[in-house]
Protein backbone atom coordinates (compact mmCIF):
# COMPACT_ATOMS: atom_id res chain seq x y z
CA UNK A 1 0.00 0.00 0.00
CA UNK A 2 1.53 3.14 -0.96
CA UNK A 3 0.40 5.70 1.76
CA UNK A 4 1.18 9.50 1.61
CA UNK A 5 3.36 10.78 4.83
CA UNK A 6 1.32 12.78 6.84
CA UNK A 7 2.14 16.54 6.09
CA UNK A 8 -0.30 18.70 8.44
CA UNK A 9 -2.89 17.85 11.21
CA UNK A 10 -6.45 19.51 11.39
CA UNK A 11 -8.17 19.75 14.91
CA UNK A 12 -11.68 20.09 15.12
CA UNK A 13 -12.11 22.08 18.50
CA UNK A 14 -15.35 21.79 20.74
CA UNK A 15 -15.65 18.17 21.77
CA UNK A 16 -12.02 17.16 20.55
CA UNK A 17 -9.67 19.86 22.41
CA UNK A 18 -12.01 21.34 24.34
CA UNK A 19 -14.30 20.93 26.60
CA UNK A 20 -16.58 24.23 26.19
CA UNK A 21 -19.80 22.92 25.32
CA UNK A 22 -21.25 23.14 29.11
CA UNK A 23 -19.99 26.74 29.09
CA UNK A 24 -21.80 27.07 26.01
CA UNK A 25 -24.96 25.79 27.46
CA UNK A 26 -24.75 27.73 30.59
CA UNK A 27 -24.68 31.35 28.47
CA UNK A 28 -27.59 30.10 26.32
CA UNK A 29 -29.32 29.36 29.37
CA UNK A 30 -29.15 32.48 30.60
CA UNK A 31 -30.08 34.64 27.67
CA UNK A 32 -33.36 32.36 26.90
CA UNK A 33 -34.69 32.04 30.50
CA UNK A 34 -35.83 35.35 30.55
CA UNK A 35 -38.14 34.49 27.15
CA UNK A 36 -38.93 31.22 29.15
CA UNK A 37 -37.24 28.76 27.50
CA UNK A 38 -34.98 26.00 29.16
CA UNK A 39 -32.52 23.65 27.60
CA UNK A 40 -31.44 21.17 29.35
CA UNK A 41 -27.81 19.46 28.53
CA UNK A 42 -29.75 16.29 26.78
CA UNK A 43 -31.92 18.75 24.49
CA UNK A 44 -28.36 20.81 24.09
CA UNK A 45 -26.42 18.24 22.56
CA UNK A 46 -29.45 16.44 20.37
CA UNK A 47 -30.26 20.13 18.96
CA UNK A 48 -27.84 22.76 18.83
CA UNK A 49 -24.36 20.94 19.28
CA UNK A 50 -22.38 21.46 16.48
CA UNK A 51 -24.08 24.36 15.06
CA UNK A 52 -22.06 27.93 15.10
CA UNK A 53 -24.38 30.69 17.32
CA UNK A 54 -25.95 31.84 14.68
CA UNK A 55 -27.14 28.60 13.37
CA UNK A 56 -28.34 27.56 17.01
CA UNK A 57 -29.89 30.84 17.75
CA UNK A 58 -32.29 30.11 14.69
CA UNK A 59 -32.97 26.28 15.31
CA UNK A 60 -33.52 27.78 18.82
CA UNK A 61 -36.19 30.28 17.60
CA UNK A 62 -37.65 27.58 15.33
CA UNK A 63 -37.89 24.98 18.58
CA UNK A 64 -39.59 27.72 20.89
CA UNK A 65 -41.62 30.03 18.27
CA UNK A 66 -39.53 32.71 19.67
CA UNK A 67 -39.98 35.80 17.03
CA UNK A 68 -36.19 36.81 16.49
CA UNK A 69 -35.13 38.77 13.33
CA UNK A 70 -31.28 39.38 12.34
CA UNK A 71 -31.18 42.18 14.68
CA UNK A 72 -31.97 40.37 17.65
CA UNK A 73 -29.62 37.18 16.75
CA UNK A 74 -26.44 39.36 16.04
CA UNK A 75 -27.54 40.89 19.59
CA UNK A 76 -27.61 37.51 21.29
CA UNK A 77 -24.90 36.20 19.44
CA UNK A 78 -22.98 39.35 20.63
CA UNK A 79 -24.06 39.32 24.31
CA UNK A 80 -23.38 35.16 24.54
CA UNK A 81 -19.52 36.19 23.01
CA UNK A 82 -19.13 38.92 25.81
CA UNK A 83 -20.75 35.96 28.57
CA UNK A 84 -18.35 33.66 27.11
CA UNK A 85 -15.37 35.50 27.22
CA UNK A 86 -16.11 36.35 31.00
CA UNK A 87 -16.49 32.74 31.75
CA UNK A 88 -13.41 30.82 29.88
CA UNK A 89 -10.79 34.05 29.94
CA UNK A 90 -7.82 32.80 31.45
CA UNK A 91 -9.16 29.38 32.08
CA UNK A 92 -7.85 25.84 30.67
CA UNK A 93 -10.68 24.44 29.36
CA UNK A 94 -9.33 21.75 27.23
CA UNK A 95 -9.46 17.99 27.80
CA UNK A 96 -6.84 16.87 30.57
CA UNK A 97 -4.20 15.72 27.87
CA UNK A 98 -4.89 17.60 24.97
CA UNK A 99 -2.70 20.48 25.81
CA UNK A 100 0.27 17.67 25.74
CA UNK A 101 -0.84 16.09 22.97
CA UNK A 102 -1.43 19.58 20.64
CA UNK A 103 2.57 19.91 22.08
CA UNK A 104 3.98 16.69 20.42
CA UNK A 105 2.32 16.45 17.85
CA UNK A 106 3.30 19.85 16.75
CA UNK A 107 6.69 19.44 17.25
CA UNK A 108 6.83 16.70 14.35
CA UNK A 109 4.27 18.91 11.91
CA UNK A 110 2.06 21.93 11.28
CA UNK A 111 -1.33 21.98 13.06
CA UNK A 112 -4.27 23.88 12.60
CA UNK A 113 -8.11 24.15 13.78
CA UNK A 114 -11.15 23.79 11.57
CA UNK A 115 -14.17 24.74 13.67
CA UNK A 116 -17.46 25.94 13.93
CA UNK A 117 -16.55 27.82 17.20
CA UNK A 118 -16.15 31.73 16.85
CA UNK A 119 -12.49 32.59 16.53
CA UNK A 120 -12.58 34.89 19.51
CA UNK A 121 -13.88 31.85 21.85
CA UNK A 122 -11.09 29.42 20.35
CA UNK A 123 -8.29 32.26 20.97
CA UNK A 124 -9.62 32.44 24.30
CA UNK A 125 -9.17 28.90 25.60
CA UNK A 126 -6.40 28.34 23.52
CA UNK A 127 -4.43 31.12 25.32
CA UNK A 128 -5.91 29.92 29.04
CA UNK A 129 -4.20 26.85 28.00
CA UNK A 130 -0.94 28.11 26.68
CA UNK A 131 -0.88 26.79 23.24
CA UNK A 132 -2.29 29.25 20.85
CA UNK A 133 1.07 29.86 19.49
CA UNK A 134 1.44 26.57 18.49
CA UNK A 135 -1.42 26.32 15.81
CA UNK A 136 -0.53 28.03 12.03
CA UNK A 137 -4.30 28.58 11.38
CA UNK A 138 -7.84 28.76 12.49
CA UNK A 139 -10.79 28.98 10.45
CA UNK A 140 -13.96 29.46 12.32
CA UNK A 141 -17.04 30.30 12.24
CA UNK A 142 -17.97 33.23 9.57
CA UNK A 143 -14.75 31.98 7.86
CA UNK A 144 -16.51 30.15 5.27
CA UNK A 145 -19.73 30.58 2.97
CA UNK A 146 -21.41 27.38 5.11
CA UNK A 147 -19.90 27.09 8.88
CA UNK A 148 -20.50 23.50 10.61
CA UNK A 149 -22.07 21.26 10.64
CA UNK A 150 -21.10 21.30 6.73
CA UNK A 151 -17.64 20.72 5.37
CA UNK A 152 -16.75 24.13 4.21
CA UNK A 153 -14.01 25.02 7.26
Known amino acids: MNR ?12 VLADSEPLHLRVYQELLAPAGVTITNEQYC ?10 AFQQMAADYNLMLGDEEIEM ?21 TAAACVRRLTSRWPAGIASGAL ?7 L ?8 FRFIVAA ?4 ASKPAPDP
Open 142 to 145: GDTD
Open 127 to 134: EGAGIADL
Open 4 to 15: EPVQAIVFDFDG
Open 76 to 96: LIAEKARRFEKLAGGRDVLYP
Open 46 to 55: ARYLGFDDEG
Open 119 to 125: RADIEIM
